[in-house]
């Protein structure tokens, strides 16, 4: 990446990037990876699950996609919960009509409080089984969004305060499979020449890592990359809970001249150069910098925009609404702040435009005496990448084959199509994987790989740097992702990158289909229970017993024999109320009730 890094600070801070923004819609996509360890308390369980929401341009509707395997007992309910990490709460709505057999598809009409509490971590799925009715797996749903972060540094700030005048705006910028994070900053008014910039721990008063630059800054801004393999691995996550401070020191201030605490910008937020290369016409020559950022209110009624410029002849700064590459009509001019050269405004936003900042049709244009038309200008470019959620299966390998496997996947591309990050989840495969891999081709056609992915299984995750003439091929269908296994090496199952579930519903047989015959005595029982049953096939499976409240009872791992079966199960140790007895096969996700039975003292 190292290699590149230059080019696309370039493109990032100069503001090329936002050309392309009208034809590279992004899309709100959140996925949750389901385990047993996320229950609370932990669940020794195989299962696995993948849940993807993928909303409609409107945020009214949201379609459903998700899979579950290897669960220990068959599925009962599959619910959406608000709560964050370690916590329970309240249903916001139910999945479990949406469940057939393994496979979760449907579309459904949005809660309003959904999408407020997903931007916050706040939502997660949770899928109770027969084996386990408190719950068996959950997972939290994550938004495919890169990470800002933004500062304001001003003197008062500095421990002792400084009494200087400066003033910077900017942050740090990590995109979802970057080995760096991106930092810029615009500056106005240091008292002399520049000599670190650093970031402090906030806890422990300590440098987070080297000051990242060294010596001074041209043009009113500073701006660079950090490698994420040289710095605390928890950095991300300390970041988003503000432990850190930004400190620029000065020759005049080698203590530090001006300080502000680092700010996530919010899972729908943005943070964005304003420069004269988007202004429209842009001037000669090129004036100024500076930047916006924004965050919606929690229930998204509103939005506050901060504006920094580094132009001390500025006189007024404007929200528009309009196209990257068009003028657009204003709609307010922000508000001075007794800060120079920043400008801050919250104001009330309708559903529609907040679709025109999700999609990029927000801009700030920053006018001077010199360029009544506009100086220098910016797209709102918010954190949000375009996101996909799809199926694979046997029929869309070119030419098809006959496999029963299913998978279900997500990935998601910046705005940039720099970076392609993904999660996919499989079952059913003949054996597993020997071949895994993204390549470039339309539906019914075979192309070549761009992107070998891991052989791990059922799961299926990875980031990849790709070619930005990738992204908008993969945006109009042109990629697949397909996976090969030892008897079909060629591929087994393949699926569209695209946003839409085609796969045809394979309903798994189970060998419980061919129990008959099934007798339990006696009825009511106190010290035994013997169960008798005829099966046309040998399989295994377990005996288990729930009480009254679904709780496991009695559990028993048996070999079930073709033909006549009997099995003899001591309950003396049981104490006396109702059960249900079930017979299960955990590897089919198989279940049948059995007998319903009391127990008398």
């Known amino acids: 990446m190292k290699k590149n890094i230059y080019y696309f600070l370039f493109l990032i801070l100069t503001g090329v990037l936002a050309a392309p923004l009208q034809a590279q819609i992004p899309q709100m996509l959140f996925h949750a990876e389901l385990g047993g360890d996320e229950m609370l308390p932990p669940v020794n369980t195989q299962g696995k699950g993948l849940v993807s929401f993928l909303f409609t341009p409107d945020r009214t509707k ?139 721990d906030v806890v422990t008063g300590q440098l ?32 988003l809970d503000c432990r850190y401070n930004v400190l620029i020191n000065t020759v005049n201030y080698p203590q530090g001249e001006i300080m502000g605490k680092l700010e996530h910008v919010g899972l729908f937020g943005s943070l964005a150069p304003i420069t004269s290369f988007q202004q429209i016409p842009p001037p000669t020559p090129p004036v100024g910098i500076g930047f916006s950022s924004s965050t919606p209110s929690f229930d998204l009624d509103s939005m506050t925009t901060w504006v920094f410029t580094n132009d001390t002849s500025t006189t007024s700064v404007a929200l528009h609404i309009g196209e990257p590459n068009e003028n657009g009509p204003q709609l307010f001019e922000l508000s001075a702040s007794a800060i120079p050269g920043l400008y801050v405004q919250k104001y009330a936003v309708t559903e529609q435009q907040l679709t025109d900042f999700a999609q990029g049709r927000f801009y700030i244009q920053v006018k001077t005496a010199a360029n009544p038309d506009g100086a220098i200008r910016g797209v709102m470019k918010n954190t949000m990448r375009r996101g996909y959620a799809f199926d694979l299966c046997g029929v869309q390998m070119v030419p098809p084959t006959s496999s029963d496997a299913l998978g279900v996947a997500v990935a ?13 989840i ?11 891999y993204f390549a470039q081709a339309n539906v019914g056609a075979n192309g070549i790989a761009f992107h070998g992915m891991p052989l791990t299984e059922p799961i299926i995750a990875g980031s990849h740097e790709i070619m930005a003439a990738l992204g908008p091929i993969i945006e109009n269908g042109g990629s697949y992702v397909q996976i090969g296994t030892m008897g079909n090496p060629n591929g087994e199952i393949r699926g569209q990158v695209r946003r839409g579930f085609t796969c045809p519903e394979v309903v798994s047989a189970t060998s419980l289909e061919q129990v008959t015959e099934v007798n339990v005595s006696p009825v009511p029982f106190n010290d035994f229970l013997n169960v008798s049953l005829t099966t046309k096939e040998s399989f295994e499976a377990r005996l288990i017993m729930h009480d009254i409240l679904g709780a496991p009872a009695y559990v028993q791992n048996i070999n079930i024999v073709q033909g006549e079966q009997n099995m003899a199960i001591s309950t003396l140790q049981l104490p006396a109320g109702f059960y249900s007895i079930s017979l299960e096969i955990p590897t089919e996700n198989a279940s049948v009730l059995l007998k319903k039975v009391v127990k008398t003292q």
């Open 62 to 200: 949201v379609d459903v996609g998700g899979m579950l395997i290897r669960l220990n007992g068959t599925v009962t309910s599959v619910t959406i919960r608000q709560g964050k990490t370690g916590e329970t709460g309240p249903v916001i709505f139910d999945l479990t009509p949406y469940l057939n057999d393994r496979h979760i598809i449907g579309q459904v009409t949005v809660p309003s409080i959904l999408l407020p509490n997903l931007l916050t971590n706040s939502v997660y799925v949770e899928v109770k089984t027969t084996a386990h009715p408190t719950g068996e797996i959950r997972g939290q749903f994550a938004f495919e969004a890169d990470l800002a972060f933004k500062s304001l540094l001003t003197s008062d700030q500095v421990n002792p305060p400084s009494n200087s005048n400066a003033v910077a705006y900017g942050g740090i910028l990590y995109k979802l499979g970057l080995e760096d994070l991106i930092y810029a900053f615009a500056f106005r008014d240091l008292s002399s020449a520049m000599t670190s910039v650093a970031l402090y």
């Open 208 to 239: 987070a890592f080297p000051p990242f630059l060294m010596g001074g800054a041209t043009g009113g801004l500073i701006q660079g990359f950090i490698e994420l393999d040289t710095i605390d691995p928890d950095f991300l996550k300390k970041a």
């Open 412 to 424: 998601s591309v910046d705005l940039a199509n720099h970076f392609l990050n993904y999660k996919v």
């Open 426 to 436: 499989t079952d059913g495969l003949a054996s597993a994987p020997v071949d895994a």
